[in-house]
């Protein structure tokens, strides 16, 4: 399939809200691929605190690794997260985001953005942060959709009942798309 034809759906929202389970139990039921969260590998082969520069390279690897997904996409490429999560990260962790960021956003958009809520509990890993700012977080990845004007839905609810909210929205936003 030509990489304009593909639909970009990207799994956003706050740390441990389910969005890398989500994401395969979409590429599995449409049939596609999905990309993996860049920072994830990235982070885990740190010795330290991320820096400025590691935001930069997670920035330019995500990139990276959707553009060497998007040829493998059956109709719909599913990305579990986007680089906007460096831009939320440097803005909180550093004061400002990355010009490349910046200057990128506006022209590194995705069809549909599935905005995971904050409903699940809080599952511990090394490389997650911070548990008691999920609402401000929620609040953050709220405000950077509307800036963007994009196409997003909230998807709530526990395993199944998320996978289900998440199908319906893809299948209603595939219906509008087609006509």
């Not at 969005?19 to 990309?35: G, I």
């Not at 803005?91 to 990128?104: K, M, N, S, T, Y």
Request: proline share 4%; charged share 25%; with cysteine.
């Amino acid at each position: 399939m030509d990489s304009q034809e593909v639909i970009k759906i990207a799994v956003v929202g706050p740390e441990s809200t389910g969005k890398s389970t989500l994401s395969e139990q979409l590429a599995a039921h449409y049939r596609t691929v999905w990309v993996p969260e860049y920072s994830r590998e990235y982070c885990s082969r740190l010795t330290g605190d991320c820096t400025w520069e590691d935001e930069i390279n997670i920035f330019y690897g995500q990139l990276e690794l959707e553009k060497r997904w998007l040829p493998r996409a059956n109709k719909l490429l599913i990305c579990d997260t986007t680089f906007i999560t460096v831009k939320v990260w440097s803005e909180h962790v550093f004061g400002r985001a990355p010009q490349q960021v910046l200057d990128e956003l506006p022209r590194h958009l995705y069809d549909l953005y599935l905005l995971m809520d904050i409903d699940l509990p809080w599952q511990d890993d090394p490389l997650r942060n911070f548990p008691g700012l999920r609402a401000h977080f929620m609040n953050v990845w709220e405000s950077e959709l509307r800036q963007l004007n994009a196409s997003y839905q909230l998807i709530s609810g526990l395993e199944e009942q998320r996978f289900q909210a998440a199908v319906q929205t893809i299948d209603r936003f595939l219906e509008q798309y087609d006509k």
